[in-house]
């Protein structure tokens, strides 16, 4: 069995980085046979890099973009729990980095122009899908590439609605339902998207 890279991709709590950790774990022959270590390729922090490659699907004026760009300047961006290895590595990458690489990836497509309202310097991460794959490079020849690992990013919405939630006054008797009925709603449509 081969080397079977694992991901898990999330939004931070304050919804301000996309975290990107290596969960492959050790290899084991039955529980983990696509594990780290012998017979499939080891860690070490000497023989191996790690480059990150995201794909983020998102609007920009109701006009629907699939952005892909490789994370050039991982070091800044990636902490290795252990020492001498790569295993466990986790990745979090800020709102204004990948911002600025959709903005960038989107001005050099060839007749791509980036809409004037895009903030490339954004203080949180956007609310959409997001896309991470990794390549560990073995040798100078030799690279591992993960499969794609997707994650919805919901972060900012989930604010939203724990706001309005938070604002109703519950005790009051003779108020209009109006804004309750808007905040279920509000939490019932983000249980669907939770829940997807």
Request: overall charge negative; proline content about 3%; aromatic content about 8%.
């Amino acid at each position: 069995m081969a080397l079977d890279i694992k991901l898990k991709v999330k939004t931070s709590d304050n919804c301000k980085n996309l975290v990107i950790e290596d969960i492959t774990g050790k290899f084991e022959n039955t529980q983990n046979p696509g594990g780290w270590g012998e017979p499939n390729q080891t860690p070490l922090l000497s023989n191996d890099s790690v480059d990150v490659f995201i794909t983020a699907y998102h609007f920009i004026d109701n006009v629907q973009y699939t952005t892909t760009f490789q994370v050039v300047d991982i070091l800044y961006y990636i902490a290795f729990p252990f020492e001498n290895t790569i295993e466990g590595f986790k990745i979090s990458l800020p709102s204004d980095v990948i911002s600025t690489y959709i903005a960038n990836q989107i001005s050099i497509e060839d007749g791509a122009v980036l809409p004037e309202s895009y903030n490339t310097v954004q203080e949180t991460l956007e609310d959409n899908i997001y896309e991470a794959r990794v390549r560990i490079k073995v040798s100078q020849s030799d690279s591992i590439i993960s499969k794609s690992f997707k994650h919805t990013s919901i972060c900012n919405t989930r604010k939203r609605v724990e706001s309005l939630l938070s604002s109703i006054d519950l005790s009051c008797q003779d108020c209009d339902q109006l804004d309750f009925d808007k905040a279920l709603l509000a939490k019932s449509i983000l249980e669907g998207l939770e829940n997807d």
